[in-house]
C-alpha cells in the first residue's frame, strides 16, 4: 500500500482533522459526493471508536493500494481501544466501529488485532506514482490547515447532514408518488381483469346458449323433415294411387328440398357435437371401391341437369384406407353437394 497521510489521535480534533483530509482526498480522486461523504463518516467514526474510553494512543491512516484488478483507497485506524477486552472500552466503540462498516467495504491488510481497515474501489483506476506524491502533499497542506479549523469542519458537517436530509426527504416524496401510481395502475390492471373475466364468462355462456340451441333445433327439426321425406317417397312411389307428370315433378321438388334441408340440419347437430366435443370417430379399415359405390348411389339422384354429369374413376387395386367411412364419405358428400 502506498501511505498518504498518517494523523496521531489523540484529541476529538484530531478525529475531525482525519476527517478533513479524508473528505478531501476522496474529492480530488473523483468520487461522487455521496461517496465522499461515506469516506469522511467512517474515518470520523473510526477515530470516534479508537479514542473511546479516554484512549490516547491512536492512528488514523489514508493510503492507495494500486491493484491491478481494482486499486482501492484504504482507510485505517489502529488503537488500543479497538482490540482491548474491556468491556466498557469495546462497548463504548463498537457503535462507532458498526458505523463505520455499514459506509465501506471491510479490508484484508489489517496490520494487527488493534487495526480496523476499510476500502473503496477508485472510480478512475490506477494511479501513477506522480500523481500519489501530489495527493501526499496536499493532504500535508490540508493537515497544516485543518488545527484551527474545528468549528468549520463541524458547521460542513451540519450543511451536510442538512443536505442529506433534504436528499432524503426528496427521495420520500417520489417514492411516495410512485407508491400512489403503483397503486393506481393496480387498481386499473384489477379493474381490466374483472372485466375480461366478465367478457369470457359472457362468451361462454354464449357459446353454451348456442350449442344447446344447434343441438335443439337440429333434433326439432329433424323430426318434421323425417315425416316429410317419408311422406313424399311414399306419394312417388304411388301406393295410393297414380299421379299425373305435374303432381310427380311437385312432389320430386318436396322431396329434393326437404332432403337438402335435412342434410343442413345434419350438418348443424355435427357442428355442435364437434363444439361439444361429443363427436365420436369409428376408425375402421374400407375400401375406396366401396365408398365411390356409395356416393354414386346416394349423388346421381340430386343431379340438377343432364348437362351436369358425375364420374367416380377410382384406379385399380387401390389399397384399403383407415379412417372413419361415415366422416369421410359426409366430408366428400358435402363437398360434391356445393
Do not use: W
Request: hydrophobic content about 45%.
Amino acid at each position: 500500500m502506498n501511505p498518504l497521510l498518517k494523523v496521531e489521535l489523540r484529541h476529538d480534533v484530531d478525529g475531525v482533522v482525519a476527517r478533513q483530509a479524508a473528505r478531501h482526498l476522496a474529492r480530488r480522486l473523483g468520487f461522487e459526493h455521496q461517496d465522499q461523504i461515506r469516506i469522511a463518516t467512517a474515518v470520523s467514526e473510526l477515530a470516534r471508536a479508537a479514542l473511546a474510553a479516554g484512549a490516547c494512543e491512536a492512528v488514523a491512516e489514508l493510503g492507495i493500494e494500486n491493484r491491478s484488478s481494482e486499486p482501492l483507497l484504504v482507510v485505517s485506524v489502529t488503537g488500543p481501544a479497538l482490540g482491548s477486552t474491556d468491556a466498557d472500552k469495546r462497548a463504548a466503540g463498537d457503535d462507532a466501529m458498526l458505523a463505520a462498516r455499514r459506509l465501506l467495504d471491510a479490508h484484508d491488510a489489517a496490520a494487527g488485532p488493534d487495526t480496523v481497515a476499510l476500502a473503496r474501489a477508485l472510480p478512475k483506476g490506477r494511479l501513477a506514482a506522480e500523481r500519489i506524491d501530489e495527493l501526499r502533499d496536499e493532504l500535508a497542506q490540508v493537515v497544516a490547515r485543518a488545527d484551527s479549523a474545528y468549528g468549520t469542519e463541524l458547521h460542513r458537517q451540519n450543511l451536510e447532514l442538512s443536505a442529506t436530509l433534504f436528499e432524503l426527504e426528496k427521495k420520500q416524496q417520489e417514492l411516495t408518488r410512485l407508491n400512489a401510481e403503483l397503486a393506481d395502475t393496480n387498481r386499473g390492471v384489477m379493474a381490466l381483469y374483472a372485466e375480461l373475466d366478465e367478457r369470457a364468462n359472457q362468451m361462454r355462456r354464449a357459446d353454451e346458449q348456442k350449442t344447446k340451441f344447434f343441438s335443439h333445433m337440429s333434433h326439432e327439426l329433424r323430426t318434421p323433415l323425417n315425416s316429410i321425406l317419408a311422406l313424399s317417397r311414399l306419394l312417388l312411389a304411388e301406393t295410393d294411387g297414380r299421379l299425373n307428370d305435374e303432381q310427380a315433378k311437385q312432389l320430386r321438388l318436396i322431396h329434393d328440398a326437404a332432403e337438402e334441408l335435412y342434410e343442413v340440419v345434419s350438418d348443424l347437430l355435427d357442428l355442435a357435437k364437434v363444439e361439444a366435443g361429443k363427436i365420436k370417430v369409428s376408425v375402421g379399415r374400407f375400401s375406396v371401391e366401396s365408398l365411390f359405390g356409395a356416393l354414386r348411389g346416394l349423388l346421381k339422384p340430386l343431379l340438377p341437369a343432364a348437362s351436369v354429369s358425375l364420374e367416380f374413376d377410382a384406379p385399380a387395386d387401390l389399397p384399403s384406407l383407415i379412417g372413419d367411412e361415415s366422416k369421410v364419405a359426409q366430408v366428400l358428400r358435402n363437398f360434391l353437394s356445393n
